[in-house]
C-alpha cells in the first residue's frame, strides 16, 4: 500500500493514502498488509500476495516544491521518528509485509535508496525486518542521476547495494554496474 500521510492537500495521490494521522494510517496499513498476505483456507501458511510499503520514507510530493526525483526532505528526527516512521514500523513489523520499496526522494540530503541507517540500519537492524527492498521506478539509479549523490552509476550501484537495496524497480541502470562496483 502506498502509505504515505497527506502533508499538503495539493499532493496529486492524496486519494491513495489513509490520512494526514500516523497513528490512523499504522492501523490501517497492517490490517491492509496482514489480510493481503494470509493465506488460503488449505494452505493458511502459504502467503498467496506479497505487500509492498511504500514509499519509504518521508515522501509525500509529486512537483511540490520541486520534483520528487529531485526533492530532498528536511526531516528533523523528532519528526521524522513521530509522523513518518509509524506507518512504516506497523507495516513491517505488525503486517508483516514481504517487501518495501524505497522513494525517489532524498531525506536531509541522502537519497533513501542509498541510505544505509533507513535501509539496514533501522528495517533491518533495528526492526529485524527480514523482508525485501526494492527500489521505486528507477530511483535506485537516481542516487546518481538526478540527486548527483554519486560521481557516477558504478557509484550509485554500490551505494544502494551497501545501503540495503536488494531490487531495482523499474531498469537495469544501476545493476547492471553491480559487478563493476564490486570489482
Known sequence: PNMNLVRDPRWGRAQEVYSEDPFLSSLYTAKFVSGAQQGNESKPER?????????????????????????SATVDS???????????????????????????NAINGVPTCGDP???????????????????????????????????????????GLNAGMDQEGGSDLAITQLQAAID
Request: glycine share 4%.
Open 117 to 159: 541507517k533507513l535501509l539496514n540500519g533501522i528495517l533491518r537492524d533495528q526492526w529485524k525486518w527480514p523482508g525485501f527492498v526494492v527500489s521505486d521506478y528507477d530511483a535506485w539509479a537516481n542516487i546518481y542521476r538526478s540527486h548527483a549523490y554519486c560521481p557516477n552509476m558504478t557509484c550509485a550501484a554500490a551505494t
Open 47 to 71: 502467503m498467496q500476495a506479497a505487500a509492498c510499503c511504500k514509499h519509504y520514507a518521508a515522501y509525500d510530493t509529486e512537483s511540490i516544491p520541486v520534483k520528487r526525483v529531485n526533492f
Open 78 to 104: 523528532r519528526n521524522m521518528w513521530e509522523t513518518y516512521m509509524p506507518v512504516f514500523r506497523s507495516c513491517v513489523q505488525s503486517g508483516q509485509a514481504a517487501h518495501v520499496m524505497c522513494s525517489y
